[in-house]
């Protein structure tokens, strides 16, 4: 039998492969510079290896802990610690290498409309100067795990909102990032859509990928049997661990 480790406030239990934090928040808050404050005090632990949902009212705060994640906002107050990376005091130089550890996933998956799919694929290793052939087969592996090597050359006009939105997750594995984070990465598909990109998202949890996604949709998520990360009003509201899917 595998003993668990125990259940501590703030602390999400983890997958059972290791203990090693890959994100941690001490009492973070975050008023935007309009006084707005969109997080008060949130604590919360997501280890290595693990998946969880957060969810919440609109405003909750979802996109704003994402954002502060990834260093694309710096909080007002608390401390972030992603993977090992102690973002406060992160040189600003430091900043580009530290982003290649996360992918992001969004609602909207903003992509290139004169690129072709492949183009937009290889986008984050073109920038980080990749050789072409490691960015042919790195692409090709990253499309292959979406299930849209055939569509490589296709416009991304021409796909389907799903497939879109499955490109847009190709592009921020790409890298194979440590974490992937994805904000409402299902809201404009139909359930059938969104269950497939949920899915996947699984899979790349299964394969060691710390994943953490921002969902308004109870239904969906709790039927994948993951611990949920609730916000109200910018605090947390308690985690829930999902029974066994
Ligand atoms: N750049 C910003 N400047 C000022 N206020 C902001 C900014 N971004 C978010 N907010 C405010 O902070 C609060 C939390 O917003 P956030 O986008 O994090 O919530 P959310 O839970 O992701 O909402 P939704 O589900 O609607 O996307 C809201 O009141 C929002 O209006």
Known sequence: MRHRAPHRPGCLPDSGRTQRPMIQLRKVTKRYPSGQEALSGVSLRLDAGAMAFLTGHSGAGK???????????????????????????????????????????????????????????????????????????????????????????????????????????????VHKPAILLADEPTGNLDPELSREIMDLFVQFNQVGTTVLVASHDLDLISRLGKPLVRLHEGRLQRETAGSAA
């Open 63 to 173: 996109s704003t802990l994402l954002r502060l994640i990834a260093l694309l906002e710096r909080p007002t107050r608390g401390r972030l610690v992603v993977n090992g990376h102690e973002l406060e005091t992160l040189p600003r130089r430091r900043v580009p290498h530290f982003r290649r550890q996360i992918g992001l996933v969004f609602q909207d998956h903003h992509l290139l409309a004169d690129r072709s799919v492949f183009d937009n694929v290889a986008l984050p290793l073109a920038i980080q100067a990749y050789r072409q052939p490691e960015i042919a087969r790195r692409v090709r592996a990253a499309l292959d795990k979406v299930g849209l090597l055939h569509k490589e050359r296709a416009a991304p006009d021409t796909l389907s909102s799903g497939e879109q939105q499955r490109v847009g997750i190709a592009r921020a594995v």
